[in-house]
């Protein structure tokens, strides 16, 4: 059976905006066999194939003229083994759903990033990470993938079971093949214990090993322009679960950080020189909270306010200098920002593709308002981090090649080697893949 087909000339665009695609033709695909069929239909009339998520990247990496295949008909759960906790599930189903099925059999995954609408593969496939001292990325909870390969055969690989291929597209960018089931490696469900709390600048840096090592997951916000930074340490409780009353989330996670936010967004687009005073304004209105909760929903939180975003994993001992030369930047060039500075850390992960594969990594995340211009400062912030090493997210904004990405990934030749053992043709190839994978 044929993958049911939509209006040729629809036009698909990312949640932020600032990506959009016309494809040749969209499918949404019902089964595995069916993303074969697409895939070997697309190969015979010389298309190319990319699976969408969701639209959470702000990369062109779901962006094609050829076919795109839409993730809304692949969203079963396939399998939960409660006793070994291995669950399978169809890589369209968006990690909210996958959290809810988790938390009905008494799992979780044991780390996670702040927001949870992606897609499992998606979020797989462009590197999403979290924060953690001792619970890696996404990439580090997989026990088995399955992908359809350019010429339309279906093949699971693990750490037994073609192994290179298993570390290789964990993080494979779509650029292998197309991932139709994850098989994750849960934990038995845990209560996290959240203490939010404002801090100043010089504190913040002076005390970051000592937060880092101290907290099992551990992040902090910067306001430009201000001292002020919101720190967020996150704790395995034994509980009982203490949530945060309803109006209070209501009023912090809804009105505070979404509504008034948002506002505050549109105003500083408008009015640039109030920026300074809206950051300090917001720095001190999210004040101190301390709260517990299930895991996932002390992980994540609601981003109803688009922007764009780049992020750069850099080694862990480049973090405090490279914080320290990106506020200097500020003043040196007179850089008006109204969106906060966000840095997490993460211990060393095993996928080639990875951003801290094998080393102990911190992460520099940079936002601006969707309608904000955004180039001089990426390009600014990129040329500092990239001055230490730093490996961009492949699902935020970047102008990195593959000149500069072999030298930073120790696996590069062998991802570019497998992916022309697998696609000698380009099946899965785009324009972001070209960037950075070369042709």
């Known amino acids: 059976m044929s993958p049911v087909s ?15 695609a016309v494809p040749r033709r969209t499918r949404v695909p019902r089964t595995t066999a069916e993303v074969a069929d697409a895939v070997r239909e697309a190969a015979e009339e010389g298309l190319t194939v990319r699976m969408a998520g969701t639209g959470h990247s702000f990369t062109a990496a779901a962006v094609t003229d050829g076919v ?5 008909g692949l969203t079963s759960v396939r399998s939960v083994d409660t006793g070994g906790g291995l669950v399978t599930v169809d890589a369209g189903l968006p990690l909210h759903e996958l959290n809810r099925v988790l938390d009905e059999h008494g799992l979780a995954l044991a780390n996670m990033g702040d927001i949870q609408e992606q897609t499992v593969a998606g979020a ?20 088995a993938l399955e992908l359809v390969l350019a010429d339309g055969s279906v093949v699971t690989c693990s750490p037994q079971e073609r192994p290179e291929l298993f570390d290789a597209a964990r993080v494979g960018l779509g650029a292998l093949g197309v991932v139709t089931a994850v098989t994750w490696r849960t934990v038995p469900a845990f209560l996290l214990r959240a203490r939010e709390e404002p801090m100043r600048w010089d504190e913040v840096l002076d005390r970051l090993d000592e937060l880092g090592e101290a907290n099992e997951h551990f992040e902090f916000y910067w306001f430009p322009h201000t001292e002020g930074c919101l720190t967020k340490r996150n704790n395995r409780t034994e509980g009982p679960a203490e949530p945060l009353p309803a109006f209070k989330r209501r009023l912090d996670d809804e009105f505070l950080s979404n509504t008034v936010f948002g506002g505050l967004q549109r105003l500083t687009h408008r009015v640039p020189r109030t920026i300074g005073v809206v950051n300090s304004v917001s720095a001190k209105v999210l004040g101190a909270r301390t709260y517990s909760d299930t895991s996932y929903k002390v992980f994540t939180s609601p981003r109803r306010v688009r922007f764009k975003e780049q992020e750069y994993a850099l080694p862990r001992e480049e973090l405090v200098p490279a914080l320290r ?18 840095v997490r850390l993460l211990p060393p992960e095993d996928a080639w593709l990875s951003m801290a594969y094998d080393r102990p990594t911190a992460f520099i995340a940079i936002h601006v308002y969707h309608r904000d211009p955004h180039e001089e400062y990426f390009q600014g912030v990129e040329e500092l981090l990239t001055a230490v090493g730093g490996r961009p997210h492949w699902g935020k904004l970047h102008t990195r090649d593959t000149a500069y990405l072999e030298k930073v990934y120790p696996r590069w030749g062998d991802f570019r080697a497998l992916r022309d053992e697998l696609d000698p043709d380009r099946r899965f190839a785009n324009r972001y893949t070209e960037q950075v994978l070369g042709s």
């Open 6 to 20: 939509t209006p040729a000339a629809r036009p698909w665009r990312n949640w932020a905006g600032n990506q959009r």
């Open 68 to 72: 795109l295949l839409r993730p809304e």
């Open 124 to 143: 797989l496939q462009t590197g999403t990470h979290g924060t953690g001292r001792d619970a890696a990325g996404l990439a580090s909870q997989i026990a």
């Open 325 to 342: 030369e990106l506020r200097s930047l500020f003043d040196r060039r007179g850089w008006r920002i109204s969106f906060p500075i966000e």
